[in-house]
């Protein structure tokens, strides 16, 4: 694998954390006034009907064609779940700290990467990754405010969502990452519309509907960025550029909500910033020495 592809795999993934930064902070926008399920089923029907309507004059019948159909909705349902615990969770807590708990998604996907995948993770990679943890557990301060029954909503999407990232970097071997996008839509608006009768409210203020439009919008856009950077970066390279979305997310909180993190949150934000920086470029660095180990 080149360095420019490896490179371009991670470029794509910090754009997706921002897209993802915006969409959880929709997320909390829409939450304030509207059901949580009305927001989940508006997000996933957006990305279904926006992609398939785009794609499918061009592809036609061959872009659902996928030899992986049980592990395809498998995807979009752990997707869908993780989604919910997310909304729930940016509903009851800051950004920021939500974002920080979440953060210990990339150990745990780090951990299973290296596991199941085979993937080989470096000593001082695997040092630098739990500088990121302890960077984490400065920000939520076990014991703090933030550690109540709500805590169990982050703590629930950090098991979907990293067992999410795990099969999507096994599908993108195999798999168009077109098709698992469409997939991943339909199977979440399906399961939400099941709860859709039940929680219909209309939105009534721009503010609502341009909430929804960028919870739709930044979702769509976010995942397929980050299929793409799974298509081209092994998940334990990638691991580590995850944490940046905790910068995203407080400043989306300062900006929106007027939130501003204390001195010990900015303390971990800047642990984590440092250990996530420091192992990306110890990944390429390892790629480009295993393309040409003369090259110093």
Not at 75 to 82: D, E, N, P, Q
Not at 119 to 138: A, D, H
Not at 255 to 280: N, Q, R, Y
Request: hydrophobic fraction near 55%; charge should be positive; include cysteine.
């Amino acid at each position: 694998m080149s360095p420019s592809r490896t490179l371009s795999g991670m470029l794509f993934a910090l754009a997706a954390l921002a897209c993802f930064a915006a969409l959880d902070t929709s997320a909390k926008v829409v939450a304030l006034t509207l059901p949580v399920l009305l927001g989940l089923w508006f997000r996933y029907i957006f990305q279904a009907v926006i992609t398939t309507a785009v794609v499918l004059p061009q592809r036609g019948r061959s872009l659902f064609h996928t030899r992986r159909l049980g592990a395809q909705l498998l995807r979009g349902v752990l997707l869908t779940v993780s989604s919910l615990f997310t909304f729930l969770s940016v509903k009851y807590m800051p950004l920021g700290e939500f974002t920080a708990i979440a953060m210990v998604t990339p150990l745990v996907v780090t951990l299973l990467a290296a596991t199941w995948l085979g993937e080989r993770v470096s000593r001082l990679r695997w040092l630098l990754v739990s500088g990121g943890f302890v960077g984490t557990l400065i920000i939520i301060r076990p014991g703090g405010e933030l550690f109540g029954w709500f805590t169990l909503l982050p703590l629930s999407m950090v098991a979907t969502y990293s067992a999410f990232q795990i099969l999507t970097s096994k599908l993108v071997k195999t798999e168009d990452p077109v098709t698992m996008h469409v997939y991943t839509g339909w199977a979440g608006t399906v399961l939400s519309s099941l709860a859709l009768p039940f929680v219909w409210v209309t939105p009534r203020t721009a503010t609502e509907w341009t909430a929804l439009l960028l919870m739709g919008l930044m979702g769509t856009i976010g995942h397929f960025l980050l299929i793409l950077a799974y298509r081209r970066t092994p998940a334990a390279t990638l691991t580590p550029l995850l944490y940046t979305q905790i910068a995203f997310a407080m400043l989306a909180g300062w900006i929106v909500f007027s939130h501003v993190p204390d001195g010990w949150s900015l303390l971990g934000m800047t642990l984590i910033a440092f250990c996530g920086a420091a192992s990306a470029w110890l990944a390429l660095l390892e790629n480009r020495v295993k393309q040409d180990p003369l090259e110093v």
